[in-house]
């Protein structure tokens, strides 16, 4: 699966999926990312993501994005500086963000 994202669409994917994995979106959350990209490409990759049913396709996704573009340290850092954002966004933290965020950083690491 190849996938052919620009670098916006794939940060708007990856904070999309931290809003998405404990199965509730918040209003926050939702307004974070909107805050950080456009409205119209967040609707797009929504979709997407919604549509992206099993959890090890969102994933595979990630992780093939990221083996194929090269993202520099602090590329690395300010997206990982946007998925804790977004996890705070609502002022609580669940097992299911904690996990998603340890995984992400340590593919992003």
Do not use: P, R
């Amino acid at each position: 699966m190849i996938n052919i994202w620009t670098k916006e669409e794939f940060t708007t994917y990856v904070l999309l999926y931290v809003a998405h994995c404990n199965y509730i979106e918040t209003e926050e959350e939702s307004k974070y990312i909107i805050s950080k990209i456009d409205e119209d490409l967040y609707n797009k990759i929504h979709t997407e993501i919604v549509m992206d049913v099993d959890e090890k396709i969102k994933l595979d996704k990630i992780k093939e994005y990221l083996q194929e573009n090269k993202y520099s340290h602090e590329e690395k850092k300010e997206l990982l500086n946007d998925i804790k954002n977004v996890i705070f966004a609502d002022g609580t933290v669940d097992n299911s963000e904690k996990k998603v965020f340890n995984f992400l950083k340590k593919i992003l690491s």
